[in-house]
């Protein structure tokens, strides 16, 4: 039994969104009047918390529906609740009044304090009725709260700064990369599940043949275990930057944002990109691309298709071996060709390379 619940005769009474859902998924039924339906809808809201966690692709996809309750509610005070890995990218994000960990004692006083809270675990990976939408769409659903029309309202906002900026471009001069002079190519080397994961070699093979024709690469990734990995001589590329485990969540939004094209398998660094507006190539293999990129532009999904796809699986590992079928269709000679025609359609101008506050 929970503070949050109220129980009378079998009878569950619950205000807040997030012991709905709890009580809901653990067998409860719903029964509520149509009249106390109409009649929430309307209440003010005036301490809101949102629970942001799960995976950084996660928390993201939670941003869209933070700002419509900051239109719906402007003189709320709105709370996000994440994991500290994750609060990086909530940084300068303008429509809320705090930001804290995911941790007991925050939760249980900022949750007995809301007027509602609202979470959203499992929506891409636990219910059968939301896999099936893109996620940011599925969250506007649990919340039964109507999403905006406008496409751009309905992808992460994230503010990276002027300073930051201009840090990231003497950073990449340090390393022989003038935004002024190059187009930058910054390749995603993993996603958070080693199923979703292009081939180590077919990233080589584009990133040598990328470099070879004039572009810089940059290799961007975060496990120690893979940075370890591509420090290997076999792997080593002439003209790659390879910066895998050796940047800041900021720093590495802070690059994204100086390049011409991003390519990467389906995470979080993938949505950042195409949040920031970056060209980007997107390599999906478990997800079907139309359920998770609904709403970018300038945006090119590259789909495996294999027997098993999609699987819509979240597998640590692919049970038909490792690169998973899927993503092992994806040939570097193809990725190769859509990353010319994207830097083509969409060149980008220097100015538009500035980060603005």
């Keep these: 039994m929970s503070p949050e619940v109220r129980f009378w005769k079998n009878i569950a009474f619950c205000q ?57 509610w402007p003189r709320s005070a709105i709370l996000v609740v994440t994991e500290t890995r994750n609060k990086p990218a909530w940084i300068n994000f303008p429509y809320i009044n705090g930001l804290i960990s995911d941790a007991y004692y925050s939760m249980e006083s900022a949750m007995t304090k809301s007027d509602e809270a609202y979470c959203f675990g499992g929506v891409a990976t636990v219910y059968k009725q939301y896999m099936r939408k893109d996620p940011v769409e599925a969250v ?59 081939p180590i070699e077919y990233m080589i093979e584009t990133s040598r043949q990328l470099a070879g024709s004039g572009y810089k690469v940059i290799w961007l990734g975060k496990t120690p275990e893979l940075a370890e990995k591509v420090l290997k001589a076999e792997y080593k590329v002439p003209g790659v930057l390879n910066l895998i485990d050796d940047t800041g969540l900021r720093q590495a939004m802070s690059i994204i944002a100086l390049s011409d094209l991003y390519i990467g398998p389906n995470s979080a660094l993938m949505v950042i990109a195409a949040a920031l507006e970056i060209p980007t190539i997107g390599l999906f293999g478990s997800f079907n691309p139309k ?12 789909w495996g298709r294999a027997k098993c796809s999609p699987c819509n699986e979240h597998w640590t590992e692919c049970p038909h071996g490792h690169p998973a079928p899927c993503m092992k269709v994806i040939s570097p000679g193809e990725v190769i060709a859509a990353a010319a025609s994207m830097i083509k359609r969409y060149p980008r101008e220097l100015q538009n390379k500035n980060p603005i506050e």
């Design 140 to 198: 506007f659903d649990m919340a039964e709260i109507p999403a905006p029309k406008d496409h751009r309202l309905m992808r992460p906002h994230l503010v990276i700064t002027i300073d930051e900026g201009k840090k990231a471009e003497a950073f990449l001069k340090e390393h022989g990369i003038e935004i002024k002079r190059d187009k930058i190519i910054c390749i995603g080397a993993e996603s958070s599940t080693n199923n979703r994961n292009w």
């Design 291 to 302: 359920i998770r990129c609904k709403f970018y532009t300038k945006f090119l999904p590259i």
């Design 16 to 72: 807040k969104q997030y012991w709905f859902r709890l009580h809901k998924d653990q067998g409860c039924v719903d029964i509520t009047p149509r009249f106390m339906r109409r009649l929430r809808a309307k209440r003010e809201l005036l301490r809101i918390v949102v629970v942001a966690t799960g995976g950084l692709g996660d928390s993201l996809w939670i941003m869209p529906f933070v700002r419509e309750l900051r239109r719906l």
